[in-house]
């Protein structure tokens, strides 16, 4: 069983950074490929960016390609989306998600939502113009 909680949403302006944080519970946070969504008001809840459970492949929406980068600190269990560039229509409940991966190399990551077991509540980042 792994919790997910994120922390460092909130109002920025157009053109500016945030860095969201999903720290997990438990001590294997390894074993588990990491991945952030977002759901804008009126909206679908849509993939953001993926990372494998070593971090060494991560994956990104074309939406946020080139702005967006994804990491993590298993020692802290913890992932990170590094968000610089930002647009209004980032405007957007960000979740981040986990699931366990037992593949060999451990490189693989996950872009559909049902490919998750666990989500965090979600935290809110608004980009004004």
């Known amino acids: 069983q792994v919790q997910l909680v994120e922390s460092g949403g909130g109002l920025v302006q157009a053109g500016g950074s945030l860095r969201l944080s999903c720290a997990a519970s438990?001590?294997?946070?390894?074993?588990?490929?990491g991945g952030w969504f977002r759901q804008a008001p009126g909206k679908e809840r849509e993939f953001v960016a993926a990372i494998s459970r070593s971090g060494g492949s991560t994956y990104y929406a074309d939406s946020v390609k080139g702005r967006f980068t994804i990491s993590r600190d298993n020692a802290k269990n913890t992932v990170y989306l590094q968000m610089n560039s930002l647009k209004p229509e980032d405007t957007a409940v960000y979740y981040c998600?986990?699931?366990?991966?037992?593949?060999?190399?451990?490189?693989?990551?996950?872009?559909?939502?049902?490919?998750?077991?666990?989500w965090g509540q979600g935290t809110q980042v608004t980009v004004s113009s």
């Open positions: 998600a986990a699931r366990p991966d037992t593949t060999y190399s451990g490189n693989y990551y996950y872009t559909r939502q049902y490919q998750y077991d666990y």
């Open positions: 438990g001590r294997t946070f390894s074993r588990y490929a």
